[in-house]
């Protein structure tokens, strides 16, 4: 079974500066999360999809970031514009080929590490 | 408020020794408890889980993790550590009501050294 894909790996960009990132689930997983792990931090959820809607986007500081799933697969995670405080590693995953449930693990990405300089 | 808390930055022990990895949780109602390992560059990797039942919990990579509902705790471990389980672990918790419901809440993890 394919694991869940991101890309780019890395990417360093300038302060002000737009960038995106590419997330394809494992196949047939309803639930995709966008998590951002910044240095000596666990990571922490930005936005959560169920099939192509939004469930939880509480956390993403929606005047820069943005994140679509078009069709219910894959995603991208949008920063316009980037700040240095965005440096981290942003991280996919996806889950529940049953659908959601409270007791399914989630599987994650290699994740993107970006640098805002 | 849902947290989780890894009160060890760092744990090291011998290889052979026996391991365990702290883990304490907040949450409202039933408590969906996991943990991920983290190697460098690469994503989390899923080890195990409680959901309900059994309180000694068996995973991946011969890890198991003891669920203690009265002392709110949900501690990793391994009978005999190898070199090869240094690593980032994590505990993690799932939201169990309200407008967060389903939301995985991470602890700050624990870099745990094996040494030969």
């Known amino acids: 079974e394919a694991g869940v894909a991101q890309s780019p790996r890395y990417k360093i960009i300038e302060k002000r500066q737009s960038v995106a990132f590419w997330c394809n689930p494992i196949?047939?997983?309803?639930?995709l999360y966008w998590y951002q792990q910044i240095l000596g931090q666990g990571p922490k959820l930005l936005i959560q999809?169920?099939?192509?809607?939004?469930?939880?986007d509480s956390q993403l500081p929606k005047d820069r970031f943005s994140a679509e799933r078009l069709k219910g697969v894959d995603s991208t995670l949008k920063i316009q514009p980037a700040k240095l405080e965005d440096s981290a590693v942003y991280l996919c995953?996806?889950?529940?080929?049953?659908?959601?449930?409270?007791?399914?693990?989630?599987?994650f990405g290699q994740g993107t590490r970006l640098t805002v300089v | 408020a849902q947290s989780v808390a890894q009160p060890e930055d760092q744990v090291k022990v011998a290889e052979g020794n026996p391991l365990t990895v702290k883990c304490t949780y907040s949450v409202s109602g039933n408590p969906y408890l996991f943990w991920y390992v983290q190697y460098p560059n690469r994503g989390l990797q899923f080890l195990l889980k409680?959901?309900?039942?059994?309180?000694l919990v068996k995973g991946s990579y011969g890890f198991e993790a003891e669920f203690n509902k009265s002392q709110t705790s949900f501690h990793l471990k391994k009978p005999s550590a190898l070199v090869s389980d240094s690593a980032l672990y994590f505990c993690a918790v799932r939201d169990g009501r309200g407008s967060t419901l389903g939301r995985l809440y991470f602890g700050r993890g624990t870099q745990l050294t094996v040494w030969p």
């Open positions: 409680y959901i309900t039942g059994d309180n």
């Open positions: 999809f169920q099939n192509n809607g939004v469930v939880d």
């Open positions: 995953a996806s889950s529940g080929d049953r659908g959601f449930t409270m007791n399914t693990e989630a599987f």
């Open positions: 196949s047939g997983h309803a639930t």
